[in-house]
């Protein structure tokens, strides 16, 4: 669009126009989230008695493992320009389904890949109806994400589902090394989706996609077939984190996970990913999550309402974005 | 059959819905041959190119595309790569949230060890070699959204040299190029021809096609006009088979106009895209603006219009100078815009003919938050009668108009504010001849009602039937400016000759 204004100088100083995919670049590329997550943890730290406790970091990290799941899959979709609305609603489906499905006596293994089958399905749904007929993503999650919770509702008859099964139950509640279990799941998840975005085929032609859709068909590349894998991901992301929401509310709960799309666009945001398209690391996500997930825990510990913090949370994510975008203005003059 | 060549294409065909854009084309290639391929805009060029590039597919049951000697089927970007085709498209394509490298590796990226996994190593390796050869001098690791344009433009050159192609086509690959770019791009399209590989080359540029190309093919309205040794042809003769030797059905504009005083001055207007554009506008005038695609008509209509920034220069309007710095000072001035893209522009396209046509005249009925109906209903009525704009009611959504009447509808918005200058860009284009004549009626009878009347088109015809004066434009420059007795006499070779970039005086 604005083509003609950069006629920049290039080659003066060439280096600073590289990406660095190294930490030092890691950490100018998200400068202000950064900043932004230090003053939060130093304020907490000096204002609350409980905040800087073994107890309440593990507390804190392994409630923030189910945004950071939704997150990863948002940041996916958003980098190929999509949006997914539906992770919330597949929180709740998945987490009801594993918990019915135990309580037929199913083997957990067995239970618990189904259960992420389900999610990985809503992503076919959602891909497929976007890649195919050219629906705004938007409208398309929008829908799903209300018949999907719908159908939560109809399985359960409205009331949530209790669960005996204590293997089942470790996984949200248990230690290993004395860190919860759902860390070691959620570095895994990292390490694998990072591997996939950034030292794979795949993960290059999504930049491409989200990038300039054209250029990318003009070069061969499948879009349609990437746009519902991405989705897939997305999808069964998702269903990870309702199986560990469960499995730690001992319970399948049809109104789970409702609004957690909001926290996952948030934190993906914060850290970075365009709405364009095109743009967003995995790194950049964590942190993102971790600033939402600090801010929550600080705001309880400050005993602030849930209201008000509905208020500052809205303010900080508008300011964050808003820093980043008006930073962003400036170097390109 | 085939004696050697590479590529054949046989009477290819190809109908877009109500237009058949291809006919019967025949298009042969050797390896190490240089063919320039010409016409005018809209002849068929690049949908031709589209199809061989798998991009878009020839009619059903029509023609056959051989690769040397075997007929082959193309019906994916895919395909074409497989038989070696590579297309330098018009547009940029790069997505500029990217690397270079990665831009020039987009589709054909180079695994690692394992299947699917990147060797980005060797991509930055290969692409920065390539780069480094045709001296474009940046370091592949760059993001392409902080390259100039020109650069941009090498990069799909880089890419297309880097795909191992047998057939690469260029469509106006030089366009935003400086001339020691072009000189290195030549460098390499003649290496690559001692290399045994088949480059097709889109160009307007008489004196590009000269110093590259072997043999030259022409195309006319779809159809193939011939192919010839460039030793044969000579500017003229390229032009006389664009443009062909038809000129003589066409009827002039013999309409007297009434030619008053001169309502819109501009002088020596400059911008990014416009060199010293100065021309002079009087009532009752039809002045035709004529050059090739990119050559700035449409900017200037823009610079004039207040929508692009003027860095210098002045625009007088009835004698005094008017400082334009938005749309809507122009309309103040008494300027009135029908934009090139109708639909992107000038229409709210899921909205009424009936909103569609006040939109910019609302405040001649509205006062207040009193809505006057009655008057409402004259200007709707007035213009809907005027212009036989054909329709179910004026409450029917636009986006269900033909083109022609559309357009209609866009031109009757501006009439309503009774602009005593009226820019018209690309009024005709896609729309079906019925319609056409209508608005030639309705561009004279405008002008006979004292309007000053621009017109931009890229039909030569247009042009010549309808305008008093010409102005021909080439690389955001006036090349000439026809004097009413010189337009009466003018050809269609003419105004060619300037719009490729010629001077007057070096006719003949």
Known sequence: MHRG????????NKKNYLIDNGLVGFVRRNMGILIGLAVLFLFLSIFTDSFLTTKNMLQVLRQICINALLAFGMTFVLIIGGIDLTVGSVVAISGVSIVMLLNTGMPLPAAFLLSLLIGSLIGVINGSIIAFTGMPPFIV???????????????????????ENEVFNAIGNGYFLGIPLPIYIVALVMILISVILYYTRFGRRMYAVGGNVTAAQFSGIHVKRITVWVYIISGTLSALAGIILASRMYSGQPASGQAYESDAIAAAVLGGTSFNGGIGTIGGTLIGALVIGFLTNGLNLLHISSYVQMIIKGIVIIGAVGIDILKNRNKKG | ?????????????????????????????????????????????STLMKILGGIYQKDKDSGRILIEGKEVEINHVDDAKKYGISIIHQEISLAENMTVYDNIFMGCEL??????????????????????????????????????????????????LLSKAKV???????????????????????????????????SHRMEEIFQISDSITVLRDGSLIG???????????????????????????????????????????????????????????????????????????????????????QILVGGKEVKIKSASDAIRAGI???????????????????????????????????????????????YVNKLSIKMASADQL??????????????????????????????????????????????????????????????????????TRIVVMYEGRIKAILTEEETKKAVQEDIMWYASGRKKDEAE
């Open chain 2, 111 to 160: 695994d690692a060890g394992i299947k699917g996994f990147l060797n980005d190593k060797e991509m930055i390796r290969r692409a920065q070699a390539i780069v480094d050869e045709l001296k474009v001098g940046i370091d592949v690791r760059q993001k392409v959204g902080d390259l100039s344009i020109a650069k941009q433009q090498m990069i799909e050159i880089c890419r297309a």
């Open chain 1, 141 to 163: 999650t929008l829908s799903l994400q209300g018949a999907i919770r719908g159908v939560a509702y109809v399985i359960t008859d409205g009331r949530s589902v209790s669960c």
């Open chain 2, 227 to 313: 192919t010839k040794q460039a030793g044969e042809l000579d500017n003229r003769k390229i032009i006389e088979m664009m443009v062909g030797r038809d000129l003589d059905n066409y009827m002039r504009n013999d309409a007297v106009l009434d030619i008053g005083e001169v309502c819109l001055e501009v002088k020596n207007l400059n911008n990014k895209k416009l060199k010293d554009i100065s021309f002079t506008l009087r009532k009752g005038e039809i002045l035709g603006f004529a050059g090739l695609v990119g050559a700035g008509r449409s900017e200037m209509a823009r610079a004039v219009f207040g929508i692009d920034r003027i860095d210098s220069g």
């Open chain 1, 5 to 12: 204004g950069r006629k920049m100088k290039q080659n003066e």
């Open chain 2, 168 to 202: 690469i086509v260029m469509d106006e690959p030089t366009s935003s190029l400086t001339q020691t770019e072009i000189e290195q791009l030549f460098e390499q399209i003649r290496k690559l021809r001692e290399d045994g590989i088949a480059i097709i080359y889109i």
């Open chain 2, 398 to 467: 636009v986006q269900y108009l033909s083109g022609g009447n559309q357009q209609k509808v866009v031109v009757s918005k501006w009439l309503a504010t009774k602009p005593d200058i009226l820019i018209l860009d690309e009024p005709t284009r896609g729309i079906d001849i019925g319609a056409k004549t209508e608005i030639y009626h309705l561009i004279v009878d405008m002008a006979k009602a004292g309007v000053a009347v621009l017109l931009i088109s890229s039909e030569m015809e247009e042009i010549m039937n309808l305008s």
């Open chain 2, 1 to 45: 059959m085939s004696d050697n060549y590479y590529l054949e294409m046989l009477d290819i065909n190809k109908t877009f819905p109500g237009a058949k854009v291809l006919n019967h084309i025949d298009f042969k290639i050797k390896l190490g041959e240089v063919r320039a391929l010409m016409g005018e805009n809209g002849a068929g060029k």
């Open chain 2, 336 to 382: 009135g815009y029908v934009p090139e893209s109708r639909k992107e522009e000038g229409l709210v396209l899921s909205n009424s003919i009936k909103f569609n046509l006040t939109i910019s005249v609302l405040e001649q009925f509205i006062r207040g938050c009193l809505v006057n109906r009655k008057k409402e209903t004259e200007i709707i009525d007035e």
